[in-house]
T-cell receptor, first 114, second 118 residues
């Protein structure tokens, strides 16, 4: 079945540091890949997405490239801010016999300190 | 566009009572909505897929008689937690697909409902 593996957190960084959150997936075919962000007490917000191999999703300084050869979709940001502190979820979506479902990773908490 | 709302945002109830949570797509028609449950510091667990005008499809291990889902219109799905108990306390999140954005299979999420059962 489909699965998503994320690096465990929490990840603690100083402001302006470089961020990488690793995400790898297992799925047949070509799923769509997503990064969602969840701020404290809130629901999930789509951060970025990629629908095919070699696509790069980007938003708010965050980037992730769909790597079919390594089945990865690592999230990166060159310079994090305190306001980026949140939980980040990697997810994939693939149409199955049961319909279109999202499979989430376990989430990685990011803490950015001054 | 593609905004999903939930109501209430939080609710506290007594053990044994039932609680209804609403999920609405505000600016699109959602033929399919999803209900998730999130435990503290954990990922989202899909509970069921709600299709407009038909019965919901529940994931394995989710009690359909306890978590009643109704998707009566293209913009509204409801989740009713019946005879709630403290172990049902959780963060419940709904999402919806916009059929006009099928290519990416993207889901749009509501802000969540915090349920606390005393």
């Amino acid at each position: 079945g489909n699965s998503v593996t994320q690096m465990e957190g929490p990840v603690t960084l100083s402001e302006e540091a470089f961020l990488t959150i690793n995400c790898t997936y297992t799925a047949t075919g070509y799923p769509s890949l997503f990064w969602y962000v969840q701020y404290p007490g809130e629901g999930l917000q789509l951060l970025l997405k990629a629908t095919k191999a070699d696509d790069k999703g980007s938003n708010k300084g965050f980037e992730a490239t769909y790597r079919k050869e390594t089945t990865s979709f690592h999230l990166e940001k060159g310079s994090v801010q305190v306001s980026d502190s949140a939980v980040y979820f990697c997810a994939l979506s693939k149409v199955t016999g049961g319909g279109n479902k999202l499979t989430f990773g376990t989430g990685t908490q990011l803490k950015v300190e001054l | 566009g593609a905004v999903v709302s939930q109501h209430p945002s939080w609710v506290i109830c007594k053990s044994g009572t039932s609680v209804k949570i609403e999920c609405r797509s505000l600016d699109f028609q959602a033929t399919t909505m999803f209900w998730y449950r999130q435990f503290p510091k954990q990922s989202l667990m899909l509970m069921a897929t709600s299709n407009e005008g038909s019965k919901a499809t529940y994931e394995q291990g989710v009690e359909k008689d306890k978590f009643l889902i109704n998707h009566a219109s293209l913009t509204l799905s409801t989740l009713t937690v019946t005879s709630a108990h403290p172990e049902d306390s959780s963060f419940y999140i709904c999402s919806a697909r916009d059929p006009l954005r099928e290519v990416s299979n993207e889901q749009f999420f509501g802000p969540g409902t915090r349920l606390t059962v005393l």
